[in-house]
């Protein structure tokens, strides 16, 4: 029976900065993927976005330390993360001014670079309809990446200092033995000294399948694509605080979306088509231009966002079972927390506590505890 000392449960973005990470410790490490191809879950759906702009420590650290990998992946990795400082900006409303402008002080002092705009100086970066905005909130270091390619350099990464990556390989069951995990997949049985969950949408479906409940849940998203529109060009993204729409550029497109808050969890197929209207009523009473743009359907997509009961990630050692970790419940900023957590998660494995950042506050325990981490910049 093959052995490992990590089998890490999912090859998308986290799973593959996790591998990375765990083989560069040493480790030998197995990526178990059920699909035929890496980066075919939620890190080939993303809006791809990067920011940190939060309003809780623990994620605007996460990002931070994350967007500096993404931006030293030449040096780091020897590959291209397609990271590009496009910026964020948020339109906060009156009732959220307070909390904005204390996520700014708090944002300084973690030490990332973040400000406030006026409504004047925030129409130079974006046209929208100033009723009821008290100002903006811009993060210049923020933007995109590939999460695709960001995906691969990992695991080509990991692959050169020996893991190795089972495609088609979907675990079916995971049992506790002495030392460790032994799992049956679609192909065989495999033993593991540590298994790290990172199966995003599908990470309560693998905690059922080793025999315990996680609160994670499927929501199927939405991101529409417009046609070519002049608007488009060198938009940030934006996010109006108080609809929860977002727009940014793509090359000539304008690429948009918003959460449907009535949206049943659950692996629900294909674009909802209904929740069009919702969105794009949301998003011109706002930015009135985008009247004048056309859809572009065929270019529209979706995918699942894994969520939490408060909307943040599951980090770290599962209490109760031993050489079990999470790395769950991204809750729709997975992309912008992976390379952080990769590390996070390695150096909980290996050193016994995560050192890069303190993710107490993202442990499975909060929800035992009664307690919930109360982030306001969930898009
Ligand atoms: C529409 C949309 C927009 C988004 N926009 C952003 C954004 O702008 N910024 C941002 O930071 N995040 C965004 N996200 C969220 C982000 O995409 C995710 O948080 C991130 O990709 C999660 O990565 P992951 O590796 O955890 O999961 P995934 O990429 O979903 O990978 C999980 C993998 O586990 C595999 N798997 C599942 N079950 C099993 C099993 N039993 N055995 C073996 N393998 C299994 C799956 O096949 C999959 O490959 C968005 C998500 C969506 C859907």
Request: glycine share 10%; charged share 20%.
């Amino acid at each position: 029976m093959p052995v490992c000392d990590v089998a890490v449960i999912g090859a998308g973005i986290v799973g593959a900065a996790a591998t990375f990470r765990l083989a560069e410790q040493g480790l030998r490490v197995c990526v178990l993927e059920a699909a035929k191809a890496p980066a075919t879950g939620a890190t080939a759906r993303s809006a791809a976005g990067v920011r940190v702009q939060f309003t809780e420590a623990v994620n605007v650290l996460l990002s931070k330390e994350s967007i500096w990998e993404y931006r030293h992946f030449p040096e780091i990795l020897d590959a291209d993360s397609g990271y590009k400082p496009i910026g964020y900006l948020f339109l906060v409303p009156e009732d959220e001014a307070q909390a904005y402008r204390q996520a700014l002080r708090l944002q300084a002092e973690l030490g990332v670079r973040s400000q406030e705009l006026d409504n004047n100086q925030a129409r130079e970066l974006v046209d929208f309809a100033e009723e009821g905005i008290a100002f903006a909130t811009w993060g210049p270091d923020d933007g995109v990446i590939d999460p695709h390619a960001v995906t691969m350099a990992y695991l080509r990464a990991a692959r050169e200092i020996g893991a190795e990556l089972l495609l088609e390989t979907e675990l079916l069951e995971a049992r506790a033995v002495s030392g460790g995990w032994r799992m049956t997949t679609g192909r065989s049985e495999l033993e593991a000294g540590a298994v790290v969950n990172a199966a995003g949408a599908w990470a309560g479906e693998v905690a059922r399948r080793a025999g315990f409940e996680l609160p994670v849940e499927p929501y199927r998203r939405m991101v529409f694509m417009t046609g070519p529109l002049p608007e488009a060009e060198g938009l940030p993204l934006v996010v109006d605080v108080a609809s929860g729409f977002y727009l940014r550029g793509e090359q000539q497109r304008v690429l948009f979306g918003r959460s449907n808050p009535n949206e049943p969890p659950g692996f629900r197929e294909g674009m909802d088509w209904g929740w069009l209207e919702p969105t794009l009523e949301a998003g011109m009473g706002r930015f009135p231009w985008l009247e004048r743009a056309g859809l572009d359907q065929r270019a529209s997509w979706w995918g699942y966002y894994a969520i939490t009961p408060d909307h943040n990630p599951i980090l770290g050692r599962m209490p109760g079972l031993a050489g079990w970790y999470n790395a769950v419940g991204f809750s729709g900023h997975g992309v912008q927390h992976a390379a952080a957590v990769g590390r996070v998660i390695a150096e909980e494995i290996t050193e016994g506590r995560a050192r890069t950042v303190n993710i107490d506050p993202l442990r499975y325990e909060r929800f035992a505890a009664g307690a919930a981490l109360s982030e306001r910049n969930i898009v």
